[in-house]
Structures are given as C-alpha cells and as structure tokens.
C-alpha cells in the first residue's frame, strides 16, 4: 500500500474512532454501577447492571417525557410532510414571481436564534390558554418541521428530471398523479433524508420545548436535563441510560426509513 | 384528411416570439422531420404539438380536432423524449405499461401488447430491470416501446438519437424507418442532424428564428434550396457561395466575382443587368477540368482532406475559398495549380440581398 493511502486510512480510522468511541462509552456507562464509572482508570470490564435503565423506565416523569416527545415529533413530522411536501414541489415544479420570497420566508424561521422565536410563542400560547399542553408543542415544532422538509424537498424535487414527468403527462396523467406516481418516488432517496432530518431537529429540541412547557408537556431532552441537576451527586449511571433512551429513537426511525428505502429501491436481479 | 394542421401558430415567451405565424400541414402517414439549427424553435414546436407548451396564438388540430387546451394524455399523441426520459423507479415492463394503466386496459391485455411490443424491438429479456441497468441504445428502445403501446395518432420524436454514439445512432435510424414502415404512423421527428433528416422524412421542414425557411422533400431541399439559408445548412461538405455581378452578354448573361468570369445561357434564372447575385455550388458538382472550354474555377490546392473514395480539395480563388469534392484518384498535390469546371444545370443562384433563389418556378 502507498503511503499516502496508509495515512488516509489511519486518518479515516482516527475519525471513525473520535466519532463512535462517546456513544459507545455512553452505552458501556449506561449498564455501570456508580463505582465503575467513578473510577481513576477507566473500566472496560465490570459487572453489568441493568439497575440503571429500570430505575429509568419505573419513573414516570421519564415515560411521560417519553410519550410526549413521540407524540409531538411525531405529530410534527407527519404535518411537515403532508403540508411540506406538497409546498416544496409547487415551489419546485410550478413557481410563481412569490416562489423566491416563500422559500426565503419559511427558511427565515430558522436564521434567528431558538429564543426570539420562542417567546413571542410562549405570549401567544399563554394567550390562548394552550401553554404547556402537547397540541402547542405539536404546532410550533410543525413550524419546523415544514420548514426544514421544504428547505430540502425543493431542490429534490428539482432534480426529478422534467422530461420524466413530462413523460407522464403524455402518458395520460395529471399533475397530482404525476406528483404521486412519479415525483415522489424517483424523489424518495432525498426526501427521506428530509424527513428524517426534521424528525432528528425536533426531538433533539429544547430551548423551545424548554420554554413552552412547565410540568404536563415536558419532552425528553427537558426530563432528561432534570436528571443532571442534582448538585455533585450526579447519578452518573442514570443519566446515561437516559441518554441511552433518548438516542435510540432517532436511530430507530432512520432504520425503519432505511429499510423502507432499501425494500423500494433494491435492485431486481433477473 | 391532414393528421396535424398549424394555423397561424404563435409562441412568446413574454416578449420574446419564438415562433412566428407559422402554417404547416402534415398528411396521414407522413415522416416530418424539423430541421434547423439549435434555437430555431423546432422542439418548442414539438412540445406544443405535444400539449407540453401553451401556444401563444393560432391553432392546432390533431386528427381533425383543435387540441389548443387538451392535456398532452388527450391528444392522441406519443412522445420519444431525447434523454429517454423512463421512470426511474419502476421496471422496464412498468415503464412500458405506464400509460396503458392510465388508460384501465385490463392487466392480462396489457401483458399481451407489453409482450408483443418488446418483441418487435428486441427488449423481452430485459422487461424485470430497471432503466439504470441499460444501455443508452436499449433505454431508447424502451421509450420508443413506451410510446408504439398506446398505438397513438401521431408520433413526436424529440431529438432521439443525439445522446447515442455514432453507430448505435445509425443503427436506431434504420430501425426508426424501418418501424414507420410498418406501423405508417404519422410522424414528426426533431433534429438538427441534417444526415437523419434526409434519410427519415418524407417531408423536411427547415425552420430559422421560428419561421419556416422550406418545406419539402429531401431532394427537393437538396437540389432546389429556396433561399441561401437552406443552401447553406443542406449538404455535407458545405456548398460554395460567390458573390457576383450580372452582366448581359448577347444571349447569355456573365458573372464576375472570385477572380473570374462565368458565362451562362441563364434560362432558369430571372437575371437582370447589374444584379449583385451570389452563386452557389456545390463541391461534388465541381469536375476536374480536361479542357479550356465551359466555365473554370482555378486556383492553388491551399488544403486537401481525404475522405476515402474521395478527396475535399480548397483552393483559393480571387481571394475566396471554394471547395471540390473530387474522387480521391485525381486527387492533386499540395499547392498544386488547380482547374475546376461545372456544369449550368449544378449551379444555384441567390439574390444577394434577400438571400431567395433566382430560379424560375417550374411549369409542371
């Protein structure tokens, strides 16, 4: 091998390391008594436990914060697909002298910081009487979740080369047709992608579910911060498993898309 | 009855017209071809016919039926796109099918004309793959499939053949002749490879800046060019265009320009004294000169491409260069003088201020 392939491997090898080795530290902390994790030298070997994850799963602010957070990502993603979706390739395939202007103007909720949008959501929200209940938190994060979809299903859909939908027409089809039949699938690779993007954004949101929430609409990432703020005594093992808990839907989701998309794009060998 | 009649027909986009109040009817089981060079409107043309384009102003009918706001589905038409245009995602079978679907063709027929159509063209053991997974030559053969399974009025070929090597495109033209000869459906094929145009169609139209320049057959186009656009853009390698001025001379007429003097009897032409004309010619009309007698180009073999069976020789001539087409056997020498004669009936004379020919229209 030449040397300058040698150190790209080593290179590459070194990245993979920095990028995995904390999530698998985490998982490995996760099933650690306290005093295998406050330790001098790191342990590799120990007893496992499984004391940390029950103990997560028996509490309920845990399961609520769970249940919240799979309901308002959820809920969000699915508005930001049904109504995102649909908007991107308008702006994509029929733009109109405004198309410019709406595509800047859904972006430009995501160029100020969390906070400024925050608190005028919270007025607003407080206003109605809907502060801390899930159907705020669904509402605000659909904000999101369309913009991202948007942002990224545009130029995925403009990339759907036009002859294939023109094709289509001269096959008989409409423009819904076409955009069922044709744009979505032959757009699918990147759109997944957009979904999944989204879904990761707002799970992984706080400030704003921070701020919206108080004790009945409280998210994951909120529950799971509250763990942490105990002073020294952190429950190191706990707040791990936590973590542990918090992660794996994500990458559940990505999984589920992955193997959709493999079963949908597999090629036929004859 | 004309299977396609444009009446007037306009394109604009905003201010700027692509096509102008252009006519043209085509007959049932006519090869059209629109000629042109890029930008002249021939494809927009097409996809207007197609329904993939609003026309701007005038009418267009398909098989009788004015078809300005049908959908491109509703009008009977079939479309060859130049970059194949499949569906991606669905195999070739699927692709074929596409539209026969639309159509709620039950599934055990469309099995039947999928099956019938990819013999015909040679695509049977290709039906479960996937577009990806063929060549150039066979993907267009599934578009032209896609588009013989709907059995439609009119054919729209749109540039078909330009993202194919150069064998693989003389291949597929024969078998796009070969197929209109069987299936005598109408017609019309987009390019600017004047090669495809000459052999394909039964009618050529030759459109600049969105006006048609001739319509006709591809013998007529070659051999009585209505203006020096048409001369210009026919024929491979390019006719020779002198520029001259008409003189009377008894019962003839001369011409002088590029260093010499021509006579001709001139019957075909309306000549007048003190015309600025151009002449056209074309190289494989120049002969090898044996004699002094008749007309003569001469000069000095400034350039000389062999071709195989023949040689393109240029020469220099009163400051302009001319080029022959000769066989490669009197092929001359590098810078060697050389004399060139033709005949009357070979040549094409131009006005040379608004470019129409001077011939006379034939009496038939």
């Known amino acids: 091998m030449r040397p300058g392939r040698l150190i790209a491997k080593a290179v590459l090898a070194l990245a993979g390391f920095l990028a995995v080795f904390p999530l698998v530290w985490t998982a490995l902390n996760a099933l650690k008594n306290n005093v295998d994790i406050i330790t001098r030298v790191p342990k590799v070997i120990f007893t496992p436990t499984l004391a940390n994850i029950s103990y997560i799963l028996g509490r309920d602010s845990v399961l609520t914060g769970l249940y919240n957070s799979a309901v308002a990502c959820g809920a969000a993603v699915l508005i930001g697909i049904v109504l995102g979706l649909p908007a991107a390739y308008a702006v994509a395939r029929y733009p109109n002298r405004f198309a410019g202007d709406i595509q800047f103007f859904v972006l430009s909720l995501r160029f100020l910081p969390p906070v400024a949008v925050a608190i005028p959501l919270m007025v607003i929200w407080l206003q109605i009487g809907l502060y801390d209940t899930l159907p705020a938190l669904i509402v605000t994060y659909s904000l999101l979740t369309i913009s991202v979809i948007m942002w990224l299903a545009i130029p995925a859909f403009q990339g759907v080369p036009k002859e294939i939908e023109e094709a289509a027409f001269v096959d008989g089809y409409g423009a819904y047709s076409v955009f069922w039949r044709i744009a979505l699938p032959v757009a699918a690779r990147s759109l997944i992608g957009a979904i999944a993007f989204s879904f990761v954004l707002v799970w992984n949101e706080f400030l704003i579910a921070l701020m919206l929430s108080s004790s009945n609409a409280k998210t994951l990432p909120i529950v799971a911060s509250e763990l942490s703020q105990q002073g020294m005594n952190v429950p190191w093992g706990i707040l791990n498993a936590s973590v542990v808990l918090l992660s794996l839907p994500p990458l559940l989701f990505l999984g589920v898309l992955s193997g959709f998309l493999n079963s949908v794009f597999r090629q036929k060998k004859s | ?364």
């Open chain 2, 1 to 364: 009855m004309s299977a396609i009649v444009c009446s007037h027909v306009d394109k604009a986009y905003g201010a700027t017209t692509v096509i102008r109040d252009l006519n043209l009817a085509i007959e049932e089981h006519e090869f059209v071809v629109f000629l042109g060079p890029s930008g002249c409107g021939k494809s927009t043309l097409l996809r207007m016919l197609a329904g993939l384009e609003d026309i701007s102003g005038g009418e267009v009918s398909i098989g009788g039926k004015v078809v300005n706001d049908l959908d491109p589905g509703d009008r009977g038409i079939a479309m060859v796109f130049q970059n194949y245009a499949l569906y991606p995602h669905m195999t070739i079978f699927d692709n074929i099918a596409f539209g026969l679907k639309r159509q709620k063709v039950p599934a055990a027929e469309i099995k039947k004309r999928v099956e019938a159509v990819s013999r015909t063209l040679g695509l049977e053991p290709y039906l479960g793959r996937k577009p990806t997974e063929l060549s150039g030559g066979q993907q267009q053969r599934v578009a032209i499939a896609r588009a013989m399974i709907k059995t439609p009025k009119v054919f729209l070929f749109d540039e078909p053949l330009s993202n194919l090597d150069a064998k693989l495109r003389n291949h597929m033209r024969v078998e796009i002749a070969r197929l209109h000869q069987s299936l005598k459906t109408t017609t019309v094929y987009v390019t600017h490879d004047q090669l495809e145009a000459m052999t394909l169609a039964d009618r050529i139209v030759l459109l600049k800046d969105g006006v048609i320049e001739q319509i006709g057959s591809p013998a007529e186009i070659y051999r009585r060019p209505g203006n020096l656009f048409v001369a210009g853009f026919i024929g491979t390698p390019n006719m020779n265009f002198i520029e001259a001025t008409v003189a009377g001379k008894g019962d003839g007429w001369t011409l002088t320009g590029a260093g010499t003097v021509l006579s001709l009897e001139g019957i075909d032409f309306h000549l007048q004294h003190g015309d600025r004309v151009v002449l056209g010619i074309r190289p494989p009309d120049l002969k090898t000169a044996n004699g002094g007698a008749g007309n003569i180009l001469q000069g000095t073999a400034d350039l000389i491409e062999f071709h195989g069976n023949d040689a393109l020789v240029t020469f220099g001539s009163g400051g302009k260069e001319i080029s022959a087409l000769v066989p490669a056997r009197e092929c001359p020498e590098l810078r060697a003088p050389v004399r060139y004669s033709f005949e009357e009936e070979s040549i094409h004379l131009f006005d040379a201020e608004t470019g129409k020919s001077l011939r006379r229209q034939q009496v038939s």
